[in-house]
T-cell receptor
Framework: QQPVQSPQAVILREGEDAVINCSSS?????VHWYRQKHGEAPVFLMI?????EQKGHEKISASFNEKKQQSSLYLTASQLSYSGTYFC???????????FGQGTRLTINP | DTGVSQDPRHKITKRGQNVTFRCDPI?????LYWYRQTLGQGPEFLTY????????KSRLLSDRFSAERPKGSFSTLEIQRTEQGDSAMYLC????????????FGPGTRLTVL
């Protein structure tokens, strides 16, 4: 039931782009994205709802393919502050809880 | 500070002892979640409250775990007869609304069971 994230880790130089994917074997109602820096709590980035509605930050974009039960997070022109571990949390229709993936560790080097 | 707070931040206990953690959510938030996170993994859902009602509890949670949210404000998570496998970071999050919305996480309580 846990969604699968890919890649598990990625290393970029500042200014490069990154795509993080999240796939589920279940029919999803929404996908939530969080970023967690080392030693800190997860911080909300975005919610993607079935039907296309999105709520989140202006500088980060994401997509939700309802047919494939997949979501992708797009980080463009990466900044040093983007470093951290990104988690997707998936919501199944009728389930009032998120199931988080194992995370994708993003490292941005100057 | 108007964010989510948790107490204590660190707890070291011996196997077999009982421990209790406290979470104070953002004051107007009606939903409160408890998660457990181990190294290299995402947060694992434990339970959640809508106001004072506990509406769901993970099937993975043994009877040694119990949570309360009296009066719909702060919440406590108790683990009885701790085991070494209980060692983890316990995170609390709160949100507003009647569905899963943006969750605000607290700093967590790191539990070490010796």
């Amino acid at each position: 039931q846990q969604p699968v994230q890919s890649p598990q880790a990625v290393i970029l130089r500042e200014g490069e782009d990154a795509v993080i994917n999240c796939s589920s074997s279940k029919a999803l109602y929404s996908v939530h994205w969080y970023r967690q820096k080392h030693g800190e709590a997860p911080v909300f980035l975005m919610i993607l709802l079935k039907g296309g509605e999105q709520k989140g930050h202006e500088k980060i974009s994401a997509s939700f393919n309802e047919k494939k039960q997949q979501s992708s997070l797009y980080l463009t022109a990466s900044q040093l502050s983007y470093s951290g571990t990104y988690f997707c949390g998936t919501e199944i229709q009728g389930a009032q809880k998120l199931v988080f993936g194992q995370g994708t560790r993003l490292t941005i080097n100057p | 500070d108007t964010g989510v707070s948790q107490d204590p931040r660190h707890k070291i206990t011996k196997r077999g002892q009982n421990v209790t953690f406290r979470c104070d959510p953002i004051s107007e938030h009606n939903r409160l979640y408890w998660y457990r996170q181990t190294l290299g993994q995402g947060p694992e859902f434990l339970t959640y409250f809508q106001n004072e009602a506990q509406l769901e509890k993970s099937r993975l949670l043994s009877d040694r775990f119990s949570a309360e949210r009296p009066k719909g404000s702060f919440s406590t998570l108790e683990i009885q007869r701790t085991e070494q496998g209980d060692s983890a970071m316990y995170l609390c999050a709160s949100s507003l609304g009647n569905r899963i919305n943006e969750q605000f996480f607290g700093p967590g309580t790191r539990l070490t069971v010796l």
